[in-house]
């Protein structure tokens, strides 16, 4: 049977890993591991519907009470200084232990797309790899992987994007995406938003419509969204500081 790790209240102790708390409803990279770090002390939230406008990327809330978010947001859990002191790593590993919350996150982003004429999913290295095919299957679309330099064979167009010292890039193979094409780009999180910015742009490039970005966490402090201009993103929960 699948394991189920329930949050616990923090203790005093510096030590002590943050409470997992659902709060209310709504709206999506920096990677480590299998999850992402955030140098704060963080607890994973469902969101507010809120609606940011102007040069910050389109906020699209969810219908509120929904209470699969929540429990979402409660099967995440957050290692303290993981992979390093001052990190707060948010892992999906144990959403992904529980079949039912896994099930919900995938019927969540299936519900929201089915209807909008996705044609591509486009699944962000790694762990857009884990989310993308699901729902690309259920929505009757491809998936296309959006990887790292020199992971994919043939021939491929690739984008730029500055990293905190340094830049790397992300690649798809020519013909993949096509320009009659609309795509959702998915990954599991959104943090600085440089990964997810390379990803829309190199879609953009061959002609193609990008429809949303669907991420399952947002980690708000590091304003990500606002590299993505009017571009909407829809997220399932974020962790706060």
Do not use: W
């Amino acid at each position: 049977m699948p394991l189920h790790f329930h949050p616990r209240l923090p203790s005093p102790s510096a030590s002590a890993p943050p409470l997992l708390r659902p709060t209310g409803v709504g709206f999506g990279g920096a990677r480590v591991g299998v999850g992402v770090g955030v140098a704060a002390r963080s607890s994973v939230r469902v969101t507010g519907g809120r609606r940011r406008r102007g040069r910050a990327a389109v906020v699209v809330p969810m219908a509120s009470g929904d209470a699969r978010v929540a429990r979402i947001a409660s099967s995440i859990r957050v290692i303290p200084d993981f992979p390093k002191p001052g990190i707060m790593f948010q892992d999906i590993t144990t959403l992904l232990l529980d079949t039912k919350v896994f099930r919900d996150t995938i019927d969540l982003f299936v519900e929201r797309y089915k209807d909008q004429g996705i044609t591509v999913v486009a699944g962000v290295e790694a762990r857009g790899f884990i989310f993308g095919p699901p729902i690309a299957l259920a929505i009757g679309a491809k998936f296309v992987p959006l990887r790292k330099p020199k992971k994919l064979p043939g021939e491929v167009i690739s984008e730029e994007y500055s990293l905190e010292y340094g830049t790397d890039k992300i690649e798809m193979h020519v013909g993949a995406v096509e320009a009659n094409d609309r795509a959702l780009v998915v990954d599991d999180l959104i943090a600085t938003g440089g990964t997810l910015c390379a990803a829309v742009k190199l879609i953009e490039r061959v002609g193609a419509k990008v429809v949303e970005c669907a991420c399952v966490i947002e980690l708000p402090e590091l304003k990500g969204r606002d590299k993505l201009g009017d571009r909407p993103v829809f997220v399932l929960v974020e962790a706060d500081a």
